[in-house]
């Protein structure tokens, strides 16, 4: 059987959802992450790895660090 995964951040697609979109959400909506594709900490370029502690941690695509 096929996982659907989804295309911003790899994650296995709940019903068809990404589990980690609502944290993408909050993470620009506070300036941790940006929906500019220029900025260096645009949203395309992290996955989300889960939560720690009440933070949710992204991990830089490129980097493979948890730098926002």
């Known amino acids: 059987m096929r996982e659907d995964r989804c295309a911003r951040c790899g994650s296995i697609l709940e019903n068809g ?3 980690g979109q609502k944290q993408f959400t ?3 909506e506070e300036g941790r992450l940006s929906e500019n594709p220029d900025a260096p900490n645009y949203a395309g370029n992290y996955m989300y790895m889960g939560n720690d502690g009440g933070k949710d941690l992204f991990k830089n695509i ?4 948890y730098d926002v």
């Open 17 to 19: 959802a990404c589990p």
């Open 26 to 28: 909050v993470a620009i």
């Open 62 to 65: 490129d980097t493979r660090r």
